[in-house]
């Protein structure tokens, strides 16, 4: 009677989850993946959208879990996908965002200068190493490596099932509407055409829909005033951590924060990652409570600010008319803060974002009705053409201490 | 253009959430409310339900919603409530359980010994004082000293707006569908009848519905085996913190923790409210990091197996058996886990836990379509008739150091 | 490129809908499949729930789908179901209501004396000869002779796949939340027993909702007064159709109906299965409107309040003081209606209705952890109690000619 | 005890639906208005998305709920809008699409020559003298004369209620999810400038979200081949009996129908509303059920076709190569359907159909955070530079008779 043993995930965003694997089963109890529970998807956006509180480890399960349906399908229209590829994809589905660190992209190389990208593979290697080469597909495939390179397209590419979760996800639990993607329509229309991941011409609406969904989710969400605002005061306490550890003044936290601050610089990934490991939304926090009364009157008030959500304010400027703007707020800030002390100018920022959009050198490719594959830019004639946008910002205190 | 000014909460529970009244929003922005970010509401029921990681602001921020719903609809029908008692109910419902420590009702009493709804009184008599009585009618409304008494009713009672957010959002947040409740339908037929809250017959069935979505919430989650398993670990680790320090062994906390420890049991609550304040979910975890090395293994033990998601084994028991089952129970737990040291037994729990079922010694009240006010258990021939259930259950480690 | 062809039904309540087979798609293209489309699944009750216009076709769409995804999920369990009983069962789910009539349950054995479950055989039987027998394995699933038992019981049980698919819709299409049921949960948790249909304990709360929600939907939807006064309605209708056509007064309708209205007491099912199937919601309303100015003036009448939703008054009444109530509601009827023609007597009625409920000789039955059978009614201790409520009630006219 | 009196209508796209006003019921009960249940919302869609069987009706109730949502916005808002123009905005909302005939668009045009915008009018203003005047404002609302001009935008503009009803409400029915718009953020944002309805630019992606699902409800809906094949089928059944009249053929049909097809060209709205309002789906369907055996073969090829869901097929086509398309579809077609007669010519139809995209002379007006008025066009610099698209086709049957 062992077809009672399968777990089954309750999610609300995608039904039930569970996987036919036992190897799964074991990555997903290891602590390195739990490791995820204890960081937010979209960092400390829950300040602003108050449902926001979803985990890397959540959205994890939730690739993995598009990625089986997907082979599934790709199965029952007759592609060749053998059961240990299909289990090595949906492992590389739960390992390609395992070395994530403190509030997912919002320090992203600010505590250590690697991309998350690089220290997942580092992980995954460490963990098969345990597993004694379990995960060598898996890790073939994240590497691009596999030769059915449909498979790494699935994992990462502009349609892949990573961004499918994460606009459903970040759009239910923000609920913004508009991230809304018709996920069933995708899966059913993944198709397979000379080793490349293609989708059916039918669902071209729902592919130009999710393109839209992107842009409407950077603006709404990823890129939302504030968000950004609380993302520079994270980037701030790192750097202000920094900077007080240089000069030899004492910051209460964790040994494996100060190991790596202290050593990353000069350090390799592998060399770093017993460190990295123990990092995880909780360290911050800690680090933010335990130094609300700390004698670097910059620290504390960033401290107090993050703990009590005083968000700073954050405008966009044009870049031409960046000076004056920057030297007439800056004057106003100091009015307002009643604050004479130049270390201020530390906490006014300014800096530049622009929404990730469609790029034409590696596109979504269409199969359509009569066998042809043509560039989505070619299939759509509305929706692609969107322009990289960018925007220039200044963010600076507003809460009197 | 004041216009513009009023703060949009997006919500995927309720959709948007707004409040016409500047204090409201004075109340929200307070440090002790924002604390409520930083525990979730279902303590650590994620490890069971990854979708559950809502906090108790959120749910704060509903139960004041729905509050407010139901004030409009009532001053709609014609029944008399001022603009200061709409606000006042609403900051009640803010205030209600800003008592809460981390991890929610797992560890309440554990901590320090008063109910979370002694403490909530406490914290928002102290806000009152900053706020220069601003507060007044919305804690008699909490206290129930207010003249309207339906007004607290619609706080707390058998059927109150706390109650309809949190079924209706820890089923959104779990995933478990069964405790969606017809809110919409709840909040159009409430009425008042001779100072009283009262429900619409023309919603018998909805209340209906509210009850067995009730029953199904605890069994299939506030006390799912798993669940009650992860409460029972961390009351432990709260003992066991409390027991080392007895003994003069050093255990890594916040002093605020330490504080409460040592002194909760001989003080007054106001007494213990600085140190309290400071409590969140986040302090917990952060004794978890810090302990996993502690000489105590069986302080060790617990922290390890709290991080990396290690459950207990938790098993219903009859209590008739219960000696029995508990002895051969202990044997093979020895066994397996080839630990001879009496310790252990520290980690073997037995308890009786049972759903809150409804009561009959202050019904719900149904006005009927001739203006007659009956008990729910006499309009209602199907549901009402629901037996308190109690349950008991043995708890035990399973995995080997 | 076959793969392309598979047709998709998009389904606003499970989805995008596809099977595998082509001779399901010549079945739902037949045109006594497609007559479904011409036949709401709640007869007339949008009345009173404007969204609930929703066909028999699509209902049994939406069987057919759970069907298959059951049979797929019991594959996977390990359970041997050959391709060939895969697709009779979807075939069986597809024709099991093929037999129902204008408006559905409404007219039931009111326009011929037979049950709809009879003639659903009788078109399917005609149709295999069509077929040239492909449909004898549904059709021995339908009248449950095959020899996996539990495939009949998959299509016609105490939980079937067609309860399933009706609770949903119907309560997704009135916007009746009462009636949602856990679909996703229990498709997973079906399993075969000693050839019988059972479901996994992990399931229990689960099954206990969907018997909750069958209650609700009853009086919510199914027994709500002005649904079933409208019913009342359509029977006088065709009564009183058929009382003219006695007299020789001619009423103007189509010649299937009016042949069957005088030849159906005396002919088999499949005499009658020509005219039957040319019958449709379209045939009465086509009635209706044909009659507004029929000389017998209760026809006209009945035909005008039918056409512009004049619902007839319906009281529940108790059966003892049934005597006295009728009379006194007869005399109010005859003044407020200013009616005093004997005629009028004829639209007074009174009947009696029970909603539908659990019944124990033939148990649901729910397969332990332990690998035990045992009846819902003993693993259940809380819903499954609910008794046959039967009420009576009288329905008259309100709206003067 | 009025208070229950109200009528609460269970709306599954909206919720609870109800209004305070006892005209907007009289209006509702009307015959007039109850005659939009027996006309679907989208024609015969359902033959392609099997759950958009939604009505006209259900449809204007959707409308009359949104206009009285956003009203209250804007009152809460302080903008002033007296109680009775309130409740003649939700009539005018009741009102507008009161002139729709059978199938609503599908047929429009085709048996009487006018649009349905000045039937609604029509049949507005006779309504009006039945009820004394009270209409007089709703009617100067929807004529678009009434001083308030943010009114009649809200009723009719490029961003007004209809169109949130019938996109939500069309997207919920067929399923196509890419149609869902952000109803609860636009409600809320909806301002007045100068006697203009604007917009809040915190609305903007939303704005710009609403645009998108209008196109591609378009593409994947309302000009969906299949759809636009059903459409042109009815177009031709209408032509057909019009010829067969001209000629003296008898077609089985309604006198109303038969009054209007004979006498619709010389005539005034006025003179043709009586038989016009006896006008419904149910009338084409019977003329379809009636006329299967009609001795013209190209009618009852057309009503046999139209009652067994033959669609024919439909193809784009590139206007250039139209000519020789044609003709060798042309042949094709005569070869497959092995059918020498001239008259088959008669089911061959081509023409055109756009997307009705946004236009820039009646722009969508934005109030930026600083008060100041731009056009949808220079607030977003993405998506409102969609082209309107224009495609051809060509139209034949392809199933023999």
């Not at 993607?181 to 059916?200: A, M, P």
């Not at 530049?352 to 560039?375: A, C, F």
Request: net charge neutral; hydrophobic share 40%; glycine share 4%.
């Amino acid at each position: 009677m062992k077809k009672n043993r399968v777990r089954y995930y309750t999610d609300p965003v995608h039904g039930i989850i569970s996987f036919p694997w036992e190897l799964l089963q074991l990555v997903i109890d290891h602590p390195y993946l739990q490791r995820l529970r204890r960081i937010t998807q979209c960092g400390l956006s829950h300040f602003v959208f108050p449902g926001a509180n979803h985990t890397r480890f959540h959205h994890t399960l939730g690739v993995a879990h598009i990625a089986w349906r997907v082979i599934q399908v790709m199965q029952e229209k007759g592609f060749s996908i053998s059961k240990d590829e299909a289990e090595a994809t949906c492992l590389a589905a739960l390992l390609h965002d395992i070395g994530h660190g403190p509030y997912s992209h919002a320090l992203e190389q600010k505590i250590i200068p690697f991309h998350h990208e690089e220290i997942s593979l580092a992980i995954a290697q460490r963990m098969n190493q345990e597993l004694s080469g379990a995960l060598d597909m898996a890790i073939s495939i994240l590497k691009k490596e596999h030769p059915k390179k449909f498979l790494s397209q699935l994992i990462a590419s502009q349609l892949d099932v990573d961004r499918l979760d994460y606009l459903t996800r970040d759009s239910f639990y923000t609920g913004i509407e508009e991230g809304r993607v018709g996920i069933d329509r995708l899966i059913r229309t993944f198709s397979v055409h000379e080793n490349k991941l293609v989708t059916e011409e039918k669902a071209i609406q729902t592919v130009e829909k999710f393109l839209v969904a992107r842009h409407h989710m950077y603006w709404q969400v990823y890129i939302h005033k504030a968000v950004l605002s609380i993302q520079q005061m994270l980037i701030m306490l790192v750097e202000r951590i920094k900077t007080n550890c240089r000069n030899q003044n004492d910051v209460i936290m964790p040994s494996s924060l100060r190991s790596l601050i202290t050593n990353a610089e000069n350090s390799s990934v592998q060399n770093l990652l017993d460190s990295y490991l123990a990092l995880d939304d909780v360290t911050i926090m800690q680090v933010i409570k335990d130094n609300l009364g700390h004698p670097d009157y910059i620290l504390s008030y960033l401290c107090n600010c993050l703990l009590d959500r005083k968000i700073f304010g954050l405008e966009w400027i044009s870049i031409e008319k960046n000076d004056y703007t920057f030297a007439q707020k800056l004057r106003n800030i100091n009015l307002s803060l009643g604050d004479q002390n130049d270390e201020i100018l530390f906490l006014i920022r300014t800096g530049t974002e622009k929404s990730t959009s469609y790029v034409l050198d590696n596109e979504i490719e269409i199969l359509t009705n009569h066998g042809d594959i043509i560039p989505l830019s070619e299939a759509s004639h509305v929706f692609f053409k969107e322009e990289s946008l960018s925007k220039s910002f200044i963010c600076y205190p507003r809460h009197k201490r």
